[in-house]
C-alpha cells in the first residue's frame, strides 16, 4: 500500500461544475449514469487526460460529448479518460451492488433500505468522479424505483420534480451550493417523518425533516428540538444561517460512524437520533443534542467552506467539535461539559499521542484516510482552536472566525487558511503557535513553586515528548491560566492568562507571607500534562476551595491518581495507605456535603479517574495491580463513607423523574452511590439495585442498576440481565446495551460471557453498532481486556480477523488498544505483540495493514 503525502498536493487539472446523476435503484443491483461537464483549470498543470477515481465499480459504458468513446483505460481502480480539447462532457454508466456492500462505504442497503456514506473515499464506490474534496460541483440528480420499495426518495438539496411512471417513480433534486463529492448523499425507502419548521434570522423558512422507521417517530423529538436549538445558537453566536429552505436527516441502523454532514441531507447512526425516557439515558440524551449539533455546524465549517485535501481534515472536524462542545455547554451545565470534554480527550486522546499511532492534528502522510479520524484530529484539534479563542477572548475570536467564513466562503481551505484569518480578524500572533499543527506530542508542563520571604517564585518549564517520525521538538506556545490562593484566607489572587512560549519561564509573586497555593490551567486552558510540586494537603485544600470547577476536579483527580500510583508501585506500607485513603476519603466527604454543589457537579468529582488514565500516567503500566487497587479505594470509601452514600442515594431516589438540571443531577449520583457501595457490601447494594432496576421509570436509572449488578456475582444478575433482555427484545439500541453492559462489567469472569455472547444469536458482524457494543465496551475494559493468559488480546485480534474482509474501517479500529503494548507490563507486552504479528502475517485491508504496521514499527 502506498502512502499519500501532505507536501505532494497538487490542484486537480480539470475543473468539474455541473455534474447530473441519474440512478435505477435497487437493492442488488443500481444503475448510475453520472454525466460530467469538465474544464481544464487554468490554476493547475494541463494534462490530457482526466482520472476518475473509481473503487470496486466497472465502466459499462463511456461516452465523451455523446458520442461511445474508447479512448480511455483503466489504471488500477481508476477510469483513465484522454480527451482531446479544453472543455467537454463525460457520462459513464456504472452498475453497483448495494446488498452485497457490507463496508457501508458507497451505496449500501440498511434494513431495506437504500442510503449512502462518501466521506471520505466512498462516492469512488458509486461513480468513476475526481473523489477529492477540492473539486467542488453543483449536482442534479434523477432517481428512481419501485413505489412500494422506496416510497421516499432524498438527495442533497432541494426536490425539483417528482411524477410516476406504472410500479415506480422518480424524483429530481437539485443542489445549488458546490460541493465535494464526499458531501454527496442519497436516501431510498419507507421512512416516514417527524416535520417542523424553523426560520432563519433572515426571515428564510425551512423545512425540518426526521426520518425514520414508523415505529420510531414517538422517539425524535429530542433530536428535532436538538436541531432547532442548533440552528438558533450557530446563528446568535457564529452569526451562522442555515441557506437551503430543506433540511433533512435520516436515521439509518448500519452506519459505520456516528452520523454525516451530506449538504442538506444528513444521514445519523439511529444511536444518535432515537430517544425517550424507556430506552435512552440521559448520556445519550446528551450525546443526541451533541451530534445533532455537530452535524448541522458543519453546514458552514466543512461544507460552505470545506477542506482542500484530507491532510486539513482538523480544519472542519477540530473546529466543529469545539462549536459543538460550546453549544452544549450554552445548553445544559458549561463546568460539567467541560470536564467531559477533558475526560474524553484524556482517556482516549492521550494514549493516542503516547502511542504509535501518534500523528499531529495536521497529519503528514497516510495510506487510508478512514484511520485518521481519529481523537486527535477531533478532539485535539478542537482543544487547539479553544487555546486560540482563550487566547483572543470570546469577540475577538468571533472577529476571526467571522473574517474565516467571509474569505473561504464556496473555497477548499486549508488549516494554515484558518490560522491566518484568526490572526488577521482576531489580531493574534500565531507564529510559534503553528506548532500545535505540525507537532505531534502531548506537552508537559513543570511547575514548582518557591517561596521565600514575602514572595511566591514559580517556575514552569515544558517538555514535548517524541513521536513516530518527530524525535526533536520545539517548545510551544501554551496558555495557562492561572491564580495564586492565600492558605490562610483562602482567597485568591487575580486569575492571569500566562503563556509559556519558551523551555522556561519564572514568575514572582510578592505579597504572601506564608507560601500560596497554586492553582494551573484552570479550565484546562491547555491540553497538556501538569506536573506540580504540590503537597496531599495542597491537593485538598484545592478540592474543596478551589472556585474554578475544573481545577477543583483536577485536584481530586491527581490526588486519588498519587494515591493509585503509590499502591500500585508496592512499596506503600499499610500505615501510609491508610493515611492516603483518609485524605481521598476527607476529600470525597467535603464533596459529599457541600451544599453549594449541584449534582451533575457532584456526581463529576465522585467519578475516580478510569483505570486507562491511570495507566497512561505510567510508564509501563500493570493493569491487574492498577485494577485491585482501584477496585480497593473505592470499597475503602464505600466502608468510610458508607451512612453518606445511603443518604445520598436516599436523597436522590426521592426525587421524581424530569429532565431538569436538578433531576439529572440527582440520577448521576443515585447510580453512582450505588456504585461505590457495591464496591463494600456487595449484597445490600445488589438488593438495593434490583429494587432500584425493579422500579425504574426511565433507562437512566434501569441501566444503572443493571451496570452495578452486572458486575456482581449475584443471583439478582441473572434475573435482571433476562428481564432486561425480554423486555426491549426488538428495540436493536437498547439490546445494544444488553451486550455493552456485559463486556465493560467490573465481574471476574467477563471475558468468558463476551465469548459466550458472541454466539448470542443477536449478535451480528454485520451490523457496526453491535459489533462495537460487544468488543469496543470489551476492549475499553481493562481487567477483561488485559487478562493475564492472554485471551483478551487474541479475542481482539480473532475479531479483527473475521471482521476485516467484512468491514475493514471497522476491524481497524481495534487494532489500537493492542498497540498500547509498549506501555503495559513486559508479560502482557510480550502477549499483545505477539497478536499483531499474527495480525501482520494476515492478508489484511489497507485500513487494517496500516494501523497494525504503525502499531508494530
Ligand atoms: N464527517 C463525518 C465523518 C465521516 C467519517 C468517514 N470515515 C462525521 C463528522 O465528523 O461529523
Ligand atoms: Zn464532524
Redesign the pocket.
Known amino acids: 500500500f502506498v502512502s499519500i503525502r501532505r507536501e505532494d498536493y497538487m490542484p486537480f487539472p480539470w475543473l468539474v461544475p455541473q455534474v447530473a446523476m441519474d440512478f435505477a435503484l435497487g437493492l442488488d443491483e443500481t444503475r448510475v449514469v453520472t454525466t460530467l461537464t469538465v474544464e481544464r483549470n487554468p490554476a493547475a498543470e494541463a494534462s490530457k487526460t482526466i482520472r476518475l477515481n473509481g473503487d470496486e465499480i466497472v465502466p459499462v459504458e463511456v461516452t465523451v460529448d455523446g458520442e461511445g468513446w474508447s479512448d480511455w483505460c483503466m489504471d488500477g481502480d481508476d477510469l483513465l479518460v484522454t480527451l482531446p480539447g479544453a472543455a467537454h462532457t463525460i457520462a459513464v454508466t456504472t452498475h453497483i451492488a448495494p446488498a452485497a456492500n457490507t463496508k457501508l462505504m458507497g451505496l449500501y442497503a440498511s434494513d431495506g433500505m437504500l442510503c449512502t456514506?462518501c466521506?471520505?473515499e466512498g462516492f469512488r464506490r458509486i461513480a468513476f468522479f475526481p473523489d477529492r474534496p477540492d473539486v467542488l460541483s453543483t449536482y442534479r440528480v434523477r432517481m428512481s424505483g419501485d413505489r412500494e420499495a422506496f416510497p421516499v426518495l432524498l438527495c442533497n438539496g432541494n426536490l425539483e420534480a417528482e411524477g410516476e411512471d406504472g410500479e415506480a417513480h422518480w424524483a429530481e433534486w437539485h443542489d445549488p451550493w458546490p460541493k465535494p463529492s464526499y458531501l454527496f448523499a442519497l436516501v431510498a425507502g419507507q421512512l416516514v417523518a417527524n416535520s417542523d419548521s424553523f426560520t432563519t434570522m433572515g426571515g428564510r423558512e425551512v423545512a425540518l425533516n426526521i426520518w425514520v422507521r414508523d415505529g420510531d417517530l414517538p422517539r425524535t423529538g429530542h433530536a428535532m428540538e436538538s436541531l432547532k436549538k442548533s440552528m438558533k445558537w450557530d446563528e446568535e453566536v457564529f452569526g451562522r444561517e442555515y441557506d437551503l429552505d430543506l433540511f433533512n436527516i435520516v436515521a439509518v441502523s448500519d452506519f459505520?460512524?456516528?452520523?454525516?454532514?451530506n449538504k442538506g441531507l444528513n444521514v445519523f447512526n439511529t444511536k444518535y437520533v432515537l430517544a425517550d425516557e424507556e430506552t435512552a439515558t440521559d448520556g445519550d440524551f446528551d450525546g443526541i443534542e451533541a451530534v445533532i449539533a455537530?452535524?448541522y455546524f458543519?453546514n458552514w465549517s466543512?461544507n460552505r467552506v470545506t477542506c482542500r485535501d484530507w491532510f486539513q481534515l482538523s480544519l472542519?472536524?477540530g473546529f466543529?467539535v469545539l462549536r459543538d462542545q460550546l453549544f452544549s455547554q450554552d445548553m445544559g451545565s458549561a463546568p460539567v461539559k467541560r470536564i467531559e470534554d477533558v475526560r474524553i480527550l484524556r482517556g482516549v486522546q492521550f494514549p493516542e499521542d503516547s502511542g504509535p499511532l501518534a500523528h499531529p492534528i495536521r497529519p503528514d502522510s497516510y495510506q487510508e484516510?478512514?484511520n485518521f479520524?481519529t481523537s486527535t484530529i477531533?478532539n485535539k484539534g478542537a482543544e487547539v482552536i479553544r487555546m486560540m479563542r482563550t487566547m483572543a477572548g470570546p469577540e475577538r475570536f468571533r472577529a476571526g472566525t467571522d473574517l474565516y467564513f467571509e474569505r473561504h466562503d464556496g473555497e477548499a481551505a486549508t488549516c494554515e487558511d484558518f490560522v491566518r484569518a484568526m490572526e488577521d480578524g482576531a489580531g493574534l500572533d500565531l507564529k510559534q503557535f503553528r506548532l500545535w499543527y505540525a507537532q505531534a506530542g502531548t506537552p508537559k508542563v513543570t511547575a514548582r513553586l518557591e517561596h521565600s520571604g514575602d514572595t511566591a517564585t514559580l517556575h514552569l518549564s515544558q517538555h514535548v515528548p517524541a513521536t513516530p517520525g518527530q524525535p526533536d521538538k520545539k517548545p510551544m506556545p501554551i496558555p495557562l491560566k492561572l491564580a495564586l490562593y492565600d492558605r490562610d484566607s483562602r482567597e485568591r489572587g487575580a486569575e492571569q492568562l500566562v503563556v509559556l512560549d519558551g523551555e522556561e519561564l519564572t514568575l514572582g509573586y510578592p505579597g504572601f507571607a506564608t507560601r500560596p497555593v497554586l492553582s494551573i490551567n484552570r479550565g484546562f486552558s491547555a491540553p497538556i500534562v501538569v506536573e506540580r510540586e504540590v503537597s496531599s494537603d495542597e491537593l485538598v485544600f484545592l478540592a474543596t476551595h478551589d472556585d474554578d470547577p475544573f481545577a477543583r476536579y483536577e485536584a481530586l483527580q491527581e490526588l486519588v491518581v498519587r494515591h493509585l500510583k503509590a499502591g500500585a508501585s508496592g512499596t506503600l506500607s499499610a500505615e501510609a495507605r491508610q493515611e492516603g485513603e483518609l485524605a481521598v476519603a476527607d476529600a470525597m466527604a467535603a464533596v459529599l456535603a457541600d451544599s453549594d454543589l449541584d449534582d451533575l457537579m457532584r456526581g463529576e468529582l465522585l467519578l475516580l479517574p478510569s483505570e486507562t488514565y491511570v495507566a497512561e500516567t505510567m510508564e509501563r503500566a500493570d493493569p491487574a495491580v492498577i485494577h485491585a487497587e482501584r477496585q480497593g479505594l473505592r470499597a475503602s470509601l464505600a466502608r468510610a463513607l458508607e451512612t453518606e452514600f445511603l443518604a445520598l442515594y436516599e436523597r436522590a431516589a426521592a426525587v421524581p423523574f424530569a429532565m431538569s438540571a436538578e433531576a439529572k443531577g440527582a440520577r448521576k449520583v443515585k447510580t453512582q452511590a450505588l456504585a461505590y457501595l457495591a464496591a463494600a457490601f456487595p449484597d445490600r447494594a445488589a438488593e438495593m439495585a434490583f429494587a432500584q432496576y425493579a422500579s425504574a421509570d426511565n433507562m437512566t436509572d434501569r441501566q444503572g442498576a443493571l451496570m452495578v449488578l452486572t458486575g456482581l456475582d449475584v443471583v439478582e444478575r441473572t434475573n435482571a440481565l433476562i428481564d432486561f433482555y425480554n423486555r426491549y427484545q426488538g428495540n436493536a439500541l437498547v439490546i445494544d446495551k444488553w451486550f455493552a453492559l456485559q463486556a465493560s462489567s467490573m465481574h471476574p469472569h467477563c471475558l468468558e460471557h463476551v465469548r459466550a455472547l458472541a454466539d448470542h444469536r443477536d449478535f451480528t458482524l454485520k451490523n457496526p453498532n453491535r459489533v462495537r457494543s460487544l468488543y469496543m465496551a470489551f476492549a475499553a475494559n481493562p481487567h477483561a481486556f488485559h487478562a493475564a493468559d492472554g485471551e483478551g488480546y487474541r479475542m481482539i485480534a480473532d475479531l479483527i480477523l473475521a471482521l476485516d474482509p467484512i468491514n475493514p474501517?471497522t476491524a481497524s479500529r481495534f487494532v489500537p488498544p493492542l498497540g498500547r503494548w509498549r506501555r503495559i507490563e513486559p508479560g502482557r507486552s510480550a502477549l499483545m505483540k505477539a497478536q499483531l504479528e499474527r495480525l501482520a502475517a494476515a492478508d489484511l485491508s489497507r485500513d487494517t495493514a496500516e494501523q497494525v504496521s504503525r502499531s508494530l514499527g
Open positions: 456514506q466521506e471520505a459505520n460512524m456516528g452520523a454525516m454532514e455537530h452535524e458543519h466543512g472542519k472536524e466543529t484516510i478512514s479520524y477531533y474501517q
